[in-house]
């Protein structure tokens, strides 16, 4: 590996430490606050299991809500001419490089009782959490299956295809296949950013325990005093960091082994 | 009527692609022609990812794609044209015998017996035992007899060659040559090569395309012993000098004479005809004499046999590997009459 070192100036490890440090040292504070005596009680509390549920069950719907309409997006980006694919493309990201909360009122005059489908009765609602969800996850999904699928290119395709392949069956046995790194990577992402979810929900589901409020709105109100319990809540935070770190090794042990 | 019957006409953005093209059933036709020329635009037309903009294709029988009314345009997926290039483009995520299953599954065989065929179809084309390796596990030969064993077990009507063996060592690409000798045998094949041995070597006829339009075809070997173009004289490995029959000889705009007892100049004066003759029967005289004209060197390669000197009037091959000749030196060339063939030109 030294021959992979190169020549950046050995100073640099100094602000290197320090950013690492950064990064790391918040999460040891929380991860020491944690009353482990309690952490079972604390996190199987009915207020804390309601949560729990709801996070774990609005962000298992949002992200199959993802899949069934962010894999056809990301297949029509990747198979659109440069320039539409730009715009296609443009758009699908500013969800992501919105502020959250901007999303959720935007959600509200979409779907809030004045909206255009207020008639819906969506807002404040189990399914609005879902649809809040989906709204912050869904670029995550498109752009990874894109970019896979983009990258693939259309060559398999055109050799499936002259193999006397059809549409379908150059989709489930060609396309889909060779995207699988892409989808895989895109559904965890999409799983963990349904799950952590605050902003969007927060204005366009709300907070009502049981129904709409989930793990980070539990943990947010705790720390305002209210709902479940400060202990409770670090309890909550903390599946929630071991969950973003199963995440990540997820998305990082996935080594295609068939794919290039 | 069975085989492949096509007239392709595709505008290109320099220029407009215009082939007819025929081959019977079963039968191997070659494509040679510079690069550019448009092969790969007419092998993309007769698969169906390009579309005509005049003629049509007719395979085994069936109108594939018509551009006058009515119109047919028969999507690649229903043409039953396999194309084989360079690149095998074996399905990365499929082992082996699941890329040779893949057409006949496509089709609607069995899993089970897809496979079963798909083990045979290795077996035949040497592979037998490594239907369960995956693509990257093969070597770059391996790699394209499984291409092969994939295309001939999707029973495709047409199979299109583009340079299947130009990435190849040539140890392997004459092996897989051999391979594709054998299993090409009663399927009707166009083959786009730019080696002259591949040609003779597959293919009955051959077809010479430049700048979009047919050249020259017949048998293969009869086209590379008459180049009709400067073209297909390199690709031979020929000498051409245009010219003209005069005297019972031939002469050309230079003044080069050459005397001969061949049939075609037995013409009568000023018929055009390109004398055509092989690098080594050319030699390098010490002077003027009867069939020798003068040239300049260009330059001297070192080849496996000897030498070759380009010179600005002719190619010549001697044995000699330490001769003295240098670019700019003039020499006096001369060959036998009777190696040389006069062609008329077109």
């Known amino acids: 590996m030294s021959s992979a070192r190169g020549y950046v100036p050995r100073s640099l490890a100094f602000p290197a430490f320090v950013g690492l440090a950064f990064l790391i040292l918040p999460l040891l504070a929380l991860i020491a606050r944690v009353e482990w005596s309690t952490f079972v009680a604390d996190v199987t509390s009915p207020a804390a299991l309601e949560a729990l549920g709801l996070s774990f069950g609005s962000g298992a719907a949002a992200t199959a809500a993802c899949i069934v309409i962010g894999v056809p997006l990301a297949l029509l980006i990747a198979r659109s001419g440069p320039r539409l694919a730009a715009v296609l493309r443009a758009a699908v990201t500013v969800p992501l490089v919105l502020p959250p909360m901007v999303g959720g009122i935007a959600l509200l005059y979409l779907f809030g009782r004045q909206g255009w489908l207020g008639g819906w009765g969506l807002s404040f609602t189990t399914p609005a959490v879902v649809v809040a969800q989906t709204f912050v996850a869904l670029p995550f999904l498109v752009l990874a299956v894109e970019g896979a699928v983009r990258s693939t290119g259309v060559d398999f395709e055109r050799t499936a295809a002259a193999l006397g392949a059809g549409r379908w069956t150059i989709l489930r046995r060609i396309t889909l296949p060779l995207a699988a790194p892409g989808i895989v990577a895109g559904v965890v992402l999409c799983f963990a950013r349904a799950i952590g979810e605050f902003g969007a929900t927060a204005l366009f589901a709300g907070n009502r325990p049981g129904v709409t409020q989930t793990m980070p709105l539990a943990i947010y109100t705790a720390f305002n005093g209210a709902g479940v319990t400060q202990g409770t809540a670090v309890a909550l935070a903390l599946l929630l960091l071991a969950t973003a770190v199963l995440v990540l090794m997820l998305v990082r042990g996935w080594r295609p082994g068939a794919a290039r | ?346």
């Open chain 2, 1 to 346: 009527m069975s085989g492949l019957q096509a007239r392709v006409v595709v505008d290109r953005a320099r220029f407009r692609v215009d082939v007819a093209l025929d081959a019977a059933a079963g039968e191997t036709v070659a494509i040679m022609g510079p690069s550019g020329a448009g092969k790969s635009t007419l092998l993309d037309a007769l698969a169906g990812l390009v579309p005509l903009n005049g003629g049509e294709v007719v395979v085994a029988g069936r109108t594939v794609e018509r551009v006058a009314a009515p119109r047919v345009h028969t999507p690649p997926m229903q043409r039953g044209v396999v194309l084989l290039g360079q690149d095998p483009r074996l399905f990365p995520h499929l082992n082996a015998r699941e890329n040779v299953a893949f057409g006949p599954r496509a089709a609607g065989t069995p899993a089970a017996q897809a496979r079963a065929d798909a083990d045979a179809w290795l077996d035949r084309v040497g592979l037998g035992g490594l239907g369960s390796r995956m693509p990257r596990e093969l070597s770059g030969g391996e790699q394209q007899r499984v291409a092969i064993a994939r295309a001939l077990a999707a029973s495709p009507r047409v199979v299109l060659l583009d340079e299947p063996l130009v990435a190849l060592d040539p140890v392997t690409a004459s092996e897989i040559r051999g391979t594709l000798r054998e299993q090409l045998v009663g399927v009707t094949t166009v083959a786009v090569t730019h080696d002259a041995g591949d040609a003779v070597a597959l293919a009955e006829r051959l077809f010479v395309i430049e700048a979009g339009a047919v050249v020259q075809s017949g048998p293969v070997r009869e086209v590379l012993a008459a180049p009709a173009s400067a073209f297909v004289a390199s690709v031979a490995d020929m000498n051409r000098m245009p010219g003209v029959s005069a005297g019972g000889g031939w002469t050309d705009a230079a003044g080069r004479v050459l005397t001969s007892a061949d049939a075609a100049l037995a013409l009568a004066d000023g018929v055009a005809l390109a004398a055509v003759f092989r690098p080594r029967d050319v030699r390098i005289v010490d002077g003027p004499g009867a069939n020798a004209w003068p040239a300049e060197v260009v330059r001297v390669e070192p080849t496996l046999l000897g030498i070759r000197v380009h010179t600005t009037a002719g190619v010549i091959d001697a044995a000699e590997p330490g001769a003295a000749w240098s670019s700019g030196d003039t020499v006096w060339l001369h060959v036998d009459p009777s190696r040389v063939r006069f062609v008329p030109l077109g």
